[in-house]
């Protein structure tokens, strides 16, 4: 919404109209003067405030992000117990910022309408997923992590990949924008 120094400015063009013989009545000025006199910065959040609560709850109850929090639960779990001071490879920081991006690009995808985009963000789900993937298997070659729970945080990958295809075969290729790098452009 415009702040209040745009409508400002916008009515006195309009005053200084009236004063030169401009169409504008007396009604025009009320009309204008109401229109500035709202409170947008507290109507515009409120709105923001309903909508973004709606998605939010939305969000939270897909199964594929339900299945991300858990990945990312378990993921913090994990880390917590691989001693720092033998990471050289520094996966702790890693892991955490994989599992926190799969829920992360979730989010963008569901926040965007069209196809390209929301093949973006999957394609960049997939990409963290495996990286945590195969950042387990260093942490595992290398004993920082225990193999129980290497082989829980697989098995719920494996249970987010089913959930991520199903999400994914949501998204409608015939809603799309034209797109300069046409990676996602169905062939003919």
């Known amino acids: 919404m415009p702040d209040n120094d745009e409508f400002d400015d916008f009515l006195d063009d309009q005053e200084s109209k009236d004063g030169e013989g401009g169409e504008n009545t007396d009604a025009d000025a009320r009309f204008w003067q109401e229109l500035n006199d709202l409170d947008w910065n507290s109507a515009e959040e409120?709105?923001?405030?309903?909508?973004?609560?709606?998605?939010?709850?939305?969000?939270?109850?897909?199964?594929?992000?339900?299945?991300?929090?858990?990945?990312?639960?378990?993921?913090?779990?994990?880390?917590?117990?691989?001693?720092?001071?033998?990471?050289?490879?520094?996966?702790?920081?890693?892991?955490?910022?994989?599992?926190?991006?799969?829920?992360?690009?979730?989010?963008?995808?569901?926040?965007?309408?069209?196809?390209?985009?929301?093949?973006?963000?999957?394609?960049?789900?997939?990409?963290?997923?495996?990286?945590?993937?195969?950042?387990?298997?260093l942490g595992e070659s290398e004993a920082l992590i225990n193999l129980r729970d290497a082989a829980l945080l697989r098995e719920e990958i494996a249970d987010f990949r089913r959930l991520f295809v199903n999400w994914a075969s949501t998204f409608d290729p015939t809603n799309d924008q034209p797109d300069e790098w046409e990676l996602f452009k169905p062939r003919h």
């Open 46 to 137: 409120d709105a923001l405030d309903h909508i973004t609560s709606e998605r939010n709850e939305r969000l939270g109850q897909l199964p594929v992000m339900l299945k991300a929090r858990e990945i990312l639960h378990l993921t913090e779990a994990i880390v917590a117990t691989i001693d720092e001071k033998s990471d050289m490879f520094h996966l702790c920081p890693q892991m955490l910022e994989n599992a926190m991006l799969i829920g992360a690009k979730i989010v963008r995808a569901e926040a965007s309408e069209f196809y390209s985009p929301k093949m973006e963000s999957a394609v960049l789900v997939k990409i963290n997923a495996m990286e945590l993937l195969n950042q387990l298997s």
